[in-house]
């Protein structure tokens, strides 16, 4: 009886935080609700360089990560640079389409909210502006050689707006 109850004790212990980081979620996405929809991705079959959709967080607050229109899951994806913009193909989420002319920013870091890195430039990350917000978007290549040119890439594409 009394290993039952422990079993039960922990399982209520469980799912109590599991019901607790629901609402929190949830809460998030109430508070986020005036963020709009974002724009359409253009029609591609374009395919660019592979690694993992990490999330938006709101610029410069790496752990305020946003809850709407899909922008807080993480992905397997692939980034594909284009003169239109950005567009991350991402397996089992919407893909997220950030148009050229909203780029503001691109670097490279160690961690964005859900995903810290050993190496200090294992995510590159864009800033860019939607609704009157500036957001930062979090990926990580899946080889660590892709890191530069893609940086490069971003760079020389917001450079030239």
Known sequence: MRAFLGVLGTLLVLAAGY???YRGWRNRQSRQADLAPLPTAPETTMRGVEGVYVATTSAGDWMDRIAVHELGVRAA??????????????????????????????????GIAGKVTAEKSGLVVVTWTHDGRELDTGFRPRRKADTAA????????????
């Open 150 to 161: 893609l940086t490069a890439s971003i760079s020389t594409l917001i450079g030239a707006l």
């Open 77 to 110: 994806a692939d980034l594909a640079v284009s003169e239109a913009g950005l567009i991350f193909h991402r397996q089992g989420a919407a893909d997220v389409f950030i148009p050229a002319d909203h780029l503001t920013g691109v670097r490279t870091d160690r």
């Open 19 to 21: 019901f607790g980081m």
